[in-house]
């Protein structure tokens, strides 16, 4: 199956930082890439979706003044957590789906990026 | 709006026992049903989709649209098949076609 990679896969900042998560897909070409958010223990919520060339889509209650989100080739996306706080601190896993008529109705996951705000 | 319910938080089992996760969802349209599987230290992983109607690794699942259910089940389960187990829903509605995930059952298969 498709590889998506996900860097850096932890990141400690302190409190006021920005902090940039990169979500590649190795081996295909993705039209559209997902942002989730994973809390300890409970399930991925749905933060935006990015078309690559033009601006995400975030969900309800998602700022996108504080998750900047980059879609600039169809290989790459990123999210910045900009002035990060605690409450910040999160697992946060892209989802890749793919052009090619075989890859497009499935969502490859990366590993996620443990990101921890002191 | 699209929901998935998955009401078992924790669901144990021992090894060569039948199990069975439930899955139900709320969507108006025509809905494409996955499960997904996660195991520990792994990445979420495709399981299986209703449309492909296949079994993986002993697993099956039938969406029933009158019960608005798509509960995964196995006949034996395994040690191997311990592992959180996510339910997702994709609609087409209205051009959405975003995933959305139920919040997860952890299935401990004991030896």
């Known amino acids: 199956g498709a590889v998506v990679s996900q860097h850096p896969s932890r990141v400690i900042c302190k409190s006021g930082t920005s902090v940039k998560i990169e979500c590649r897909s190795l081996?295909?070409?993705?039209?559209?890439m997902f942002w989730y958010r994973q809390f300890p223990k409970q399930s991925l919520m749905l933060m935006a979706t990015?078309?690559?060339?033009?601006?995400?889509?975030?969900e309800q209650g998602v700022e996108k003044d504080k998750f900047l989100i980059n879609h600039a080739s169809l290989t790459l996306s990123t999210l910045t957590v900009t002035s990060a706080h605690p409450e910040d601190s999160s697992f946060y896993i892209c989802?890749?789906?793919?052009?090619?008529?075989?890859?497009?109705?499935?969502?490859?996951f990366g590993p996620g990026t443990r990101l921890t705000v002191l | 709006a699209q929901r998935v319910t998955q009401p078992e938080k924790l669901l144990s089992v021992f090894k060569g026992a039948p199990v069975e996760l439930k899955c139900n969802y709320s969507?108006?349209?025509?809905?494409?049903l996955f499960w997904y599987v996660q195991y520990s230290r792994q990445r979420l992983q495709l399981l299986l989709r209703h449309i492909s109607r296949e079994s993986i690794k002993g697993f099956t699942a039938d969406l029933n649209k009158g019960e608005t259910s798509f509960h995964l089940k196995k006949p034996f389960a395994q040690e191997e098949d311990s592992a959180m187990y996510y339910c997702?829903?994709?609609?087409?509605?209205?051009?959405?076609?975003?995933?959305?995930f139920g919040k997860g059952t952890k299935l401990t298969v004991n030896p």
């Open positions: 997702a829903l994709r609609g087409r509605k209205g051009g959405s076609e975003k995933l959305v």
């Open positions: 969507y108006s349209g025509s809905p494409e």
């Open positions: 989802s890749a789906r793919g052009l090619a008529p075989e890859d497009y109705n499935e969502q490859f």
């Open positions: 081996d295909f070409q993705a039209t559209t």
């Open positions: 990015s078309n690559e060339g033009s601006k995400a889509t975030y």
